[in-house]
């Protein structure tokens, strides 16, 4: 089994974990309706896609 030969230090150990970050989602504006959706998803408030109409929205 492998053993360290040393004690990692406490800013080597940070250092290595300081790139775990959240990401902001991509929102873009929507062509139709200019309400804020997410890339490549239907937009909840008007229902299109791509310029297409793809599903009612009430």
């Known amino acids: 089994m492998a053993v360290p030969k040393r004690k990692t230090s406490k800013s080597r150990r940070d250092k290595r974990r300081a790139n775990w ?7 873009v504006e929507c062509p139709q309706c ?15 896609y791509k310029n297409k109409k793809v599903i009612n929205v009430g």
């Open 21 to 27: 970050k959240l990401e902001m989602p991509g929102v």
């Open 34 to 48: 200019h309400q804020p959706k997410l890339n490549h998803r239907v937009c909840k408030n008007c229902g299109y």
